[in-house]
């Protein structure tokens, strides 16, 4: 039974390009969620998609958008891409209830902006 | 605002050794309580998690955690520390209002001489 799977594991992207990360939530969830956690921090709620929807955002710019598929797998975009914007990016799938107390992470795409 | 603290940037034990890092949370309600560990390079497991009920919470790998209202702590314990635990330590909360969520504390990095 595979876990949450993103894809890629890295990559580096130049200042004001667009990035597309990619989420597979365990099987049986339906709910994904990203998180940003920049060096040294703790992750950092972006948003969370439930039937195809965007149910909750954190404090994050416009620039980070997000889709959710029928098959409820997920994509992160990033627009304008900063310096800062580099860091690890996590997905989280859960159940029904979207609930923190039920999710599985991914190990996160490591994003490098040059 | 809610947040959560982890006063301990870095933590040094030798092997054997017992643990403890520490957490605080600033939140008007008591929020569900979570400590995870991550790896390098990994995404995060989840290592134990407090809703309700009794205020010392089993885990695993071990791993022990005591909820104390009145000072808004959920410190983490461990009675013997093996070489693997070396890892990064964090704590979060998830507001009962708002579960969807976690708010990370910016984490611990655990070192075991042997």
């Known amino acids: 039974d595979a876990g949450v799977t993103q894809s890629p594991t890295h990559l580096i992207k130049t200042r004001g390009q667009q990035v597309t990360l990619r989420c597979s939530p365990k099987s049986g969830h339906d709910t994904v969620s990203w998180y940003q956690q920049a060096l040294g921090q703790g992750p950092q709620f972006i948003f969370q998609?439930?039937?195809?929807?965007?149910?909750q955002r954190g404090n994050f710019p416009d620039r980070f958008s997000g889709h959710q598929f029928p098959n409820y797998s997920s994509e992160l975009n990033v627009n304008a891409l900063l310096l800062g914007d580099s860091a690890l990016y996590l997905c989280?799938?859960?159940?029904?209830?979207?609930?923190?107390?039920?999710?599985?992470f991914g190990s996160g795409t490591r994003l490098t902006v040059v | 605002a809610q947040s959560v603290t982890q006063p301990d940037i870095h933590i040094t034990v030798s092997e054997g050794a017992s643990l403890e890092l520490r957490c605080n949370y600033s939140y008007g309600a008591t929020p569900y309580l979570f400590w995870y560990v991550q790896s390098p390079g990994q995404g995060l497991q989840l290592l134990l998690k407090y809703f309700s009920g009794d205020t010392l919470v089993q885990g695993i790998k071990g791993f022990e955690a005591e909820f104390k209202r009145s000072q808004s702590s959920f410190n983490l314990r461990k009675p013997s520390v093996h070489w693997s635990d070396a890892a990064e330590y964090f704590c979060a909360v998830a507001p009962m209002d708002s579960s969807y969520k976690l708010i990370f504390g910016s984490g611990t990095r655990l070192l075991v001489r042997p």
């Open positions: 989280a799938s859960s159940g029904r209830t979207g609930g923190a107390a039920g999710y599985t």
């Open positions: 998609y439930y039937e195809e929807e965007e149910r």
